[in-house]
């Protein structure tokens, strides 16, 4: 019988993702309604130093497999070592990061196992059938209509995987004093060598840190494109000490960088206050900003689905509302008559 709601327990460099504790908690709301243990899996090469820094949070088990080296990108070994583990655990449901490991190794685990598995889900729920057994509905934006849509795995095919977007739960905090977490390694056989050989890591600079950092986040959308918007909206930005994000209209045309573009295929953010300029509100971008304390819109379209998500909206020309505000911040006032 499967049991558990099982974590890939995803590390780099001899440390345990940040997403991964995120998942502790979307983990540990599912088990609220599934009695079922919160459960991580871990393979690698320094287990020990990585279990050290999952010490004190909310997992009932941790099943480890110790292995000679960390394989990093060898996803023929790697599917081949979280298939065995998969098989061993039997968990109900596994959840992995949306990260680009998660994507890209996950697939050919699943795809092994011959489970379901649905990506870039941004809510998780269980369910319960008429026979008493529970069930995963996993959330995500639809592919193009402003809908979202629940894919559920069919009956009696588990694992339920899902990939989770970074940043949609709020990451768990460890507590102090035993929390209790049993430890269990696992034996699995290496297969024979991989086909991947692993040439060079190349440095790329992380743009994204100030946006998932920052307070309050910015956000043009293609409304920006128009007359100098973009750059009144960048100055204001700046004024306030917020970061900049975008829509994907803003990324194709080269004004923000891909890991600024917010929502499904872009990233997800928490700031306490967003402030968004000329964006329609599509699902797909507002998947990835719904967890913003306050928001604040502004559009020309009175029907914009931007002002259904947003706290406070302004129907208006956003070019002389940049202007007023940063009169406001420059000089204290507005006198421009705007
Ligand atoms: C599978 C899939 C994944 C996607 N992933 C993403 C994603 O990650 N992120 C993303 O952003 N999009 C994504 N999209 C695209 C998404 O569906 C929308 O097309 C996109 O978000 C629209 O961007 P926008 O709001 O900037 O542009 P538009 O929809 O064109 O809206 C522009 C808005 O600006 C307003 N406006 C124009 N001029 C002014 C002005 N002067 N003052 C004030 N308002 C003005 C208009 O009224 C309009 O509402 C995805 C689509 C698909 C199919």
């Avoid at 090469?45 to 088990?61: A, I, M, S, W």
């Avoid at 989770?164 to 929390?179: F, K, N, T």
């Avoid at 790329?204 to 309050?216: G, P, V």
């Avoid at 600024?260 to 928490?270: E, S």
């Amino acid at each position: 019988m499967t049991q558990g709601i099982c974590i890939f327990a995803e590390h780099w460099k001899r440390e345990i993702s940040a997403v991964v504790y995120e998942l502790i908690t979307a983990a540990k709301q599912l088990k609220e309604v599934t009695g079922e243990p919160v459960q991580l899996m871990l393979a690698a090469k320094d287990c020990q130093e990585l279990l050290k820094q999952l010490e004190g949070f909310p997992v009932d088990e941790i099943y480890v497999a110790k292995l000679e080296e960390d394989y990093d990108f060898q996803e023929d070994v790697l599917s081949d070592i979280y298939e065995q583990m998969l098989r061993s655990i039997q968990p109900s449901c596994v959840l992995i990061p949306a990260s680009d490991v998660g994507r890209s190794l996950f697939p050919r685990v699943a795809c092994r196992l011959r489970a379901g598995m649905t990506a870039d889900c941004t809510e998780l729920e269980a369910a319960k059938r008429e026979d008493g057994s529970f069930y995963l509905r996993q959330i995500k934006p639809s592919f193009e209509e402003n809908v979202k849509v629940c894919i559920c795995c069919k009956e009696q095919v588990y694992p339920q995987m899902a990939t989770v977007r970074e940043g949609v739960y709020e990451a768990c905090e460890a507590v102090d004093g035993d929390s209790g977490t049993k430890v269990q390694y696992l034996e699995v056989s290496l297969p024979e060598a991989s086909g991947i050989q692993f040439m060079e890591e190349l440095s790329c600079e992380d743009s994204n840190e100030k946006l998932q950092a920052s307070e309050i986040v910015v956000v043009g959308g293609k409304g920006t494109l128009k007359e100098d918007n973009f750059r009144l909206m960048c100055q204001f930005a700046d004024k306030l000490g917020a970061a900049v994000g975008g829509t994907r209209p803003l990324m194709d045309e080269g004004k923000i960088p891909f890991d600024h573009q917010i929502g499904q295929t872009g990233c997800t953010i928490r700031p306490k206050i967003c402030i968004s300029f000329g964006v329609s509100g599509a699902i797909q971008h507002t998947e990835g900003i719904k967890n913003t304390d306050l928001f604040l819109a502004v559009n020309t379209a009175e029907d914009a689905p931007i002002f259904q998500v947003a706290d406070y909206g302004a129907v208006a020309d956003m070019k002389p509302i940049l202007q007023c505000l940063l009169e406001m911040i420059e000089n204290g006032g507005c006198n421009s008559g705007n």
